[in-house]
Every structure is written in structure tokens, then in C-alpha cells.
Nanobody
């Protein structure tokens, strides 16, 4: 089992920055592919960014490329959000995928590939 707890959300003006953190406990660590998803009101949950077990490979949805950066260490995964836009307003969820039997460079980009989820942290961007 893995427990995920997000932090770092908040209210920011357009153009501002936030840094989200996700603390993993339990059977956490380098055995998991990690990802960030978001869900805006009335919309489906969407993939934002993912990072491989070894931290070398990353993937981003097109709308955040060049603005968001995902990174990780042995116990946390981070999402740096820069140049925020009102359209980035959503609840952001951290997710973990048990991937001990796949290449250490694999990144997962769909919600169905992730088995563990945090409770979410609200990001609100005002115009």
C-alpha cells in the first residue's frame, strides 16, 4: 500500500507560480511511476505530467509544456507550476503506479495505469 498526500495548492494571480508536493508513505520509493492529474469543475480528470521510476523520463500534456516541471526524489514528487493561467484552475491529484516489473524509464500517461491516488489539492488562478 502507498499513501499519498499533496500540499502546496492555493490561490494565485495569472502569471504566478506554485510548487505542489506529494509525500509518499508506506511501500513508497523508487518502485513507482509517479504522476499528476487535475480535474476542473464539470470536466473529466486529465493527465498533467508523469515521471519515470529513475526520474530520467518525463511526459507532459501539451497545454502545460514549457510551464510546468515534474521532478522527484526518494520520498516526494513535485510539480512546479509557472506562468499560471486561469484555465489551470483545478484540483490537482498525485498518483502512483506500481511498476517494479517494467523499465525504469517508462512513464504512464493514463489514469487507469495508476493504482494509488492522493486526496487532491486545490489550485485557483485568478485573472
Amino acid at each position: 500500500q502507498v499513501q499519498l498526500v499533496e500540499s502546496g495548492g492555493g490561490l494565485v494571480q495569472a502569471g504566478g507560480s506554485l510548487r505542489l508536493s506529494c509525500a509518499a508513505s508506506g511501500r513508497a520509493g523508487r518502485a513507482y511511476v509517479m504522476g499528476w492529474f487535475r480535474q476542473a469543475p464539470g470536466k473529466a480528470r486529465e493527465f498533467v505530467a508523469g515521471i519515470s521510476r529513475n526520474g530520467i523520463s518525463t511526459s507532459y500534456t501539451d497545454s502545460v509544456k514549457g510551464r510546468f516541471t515534474i521532478s522527484r526524489d526518494n520520498v516526494k514528487v513535485y510539480l512546479q507550476l509557472n506562468a499560471l493561467e486561469p484555465e489551470d484552475t483545478a484540483v490537482y491529484y498525485c498518483a502512483a503506479a506500481d511498476s517494479a516489473f517494467v523499465s525504469a524509464s517508462v512513464v504512464f500517461t493514463t489514469s487507469g495505469q495508476y493504482g494509488y491516488w492522493g486526496q487532491g489539492t486545490q489550485v485557483t488562478v485568478s485573472s
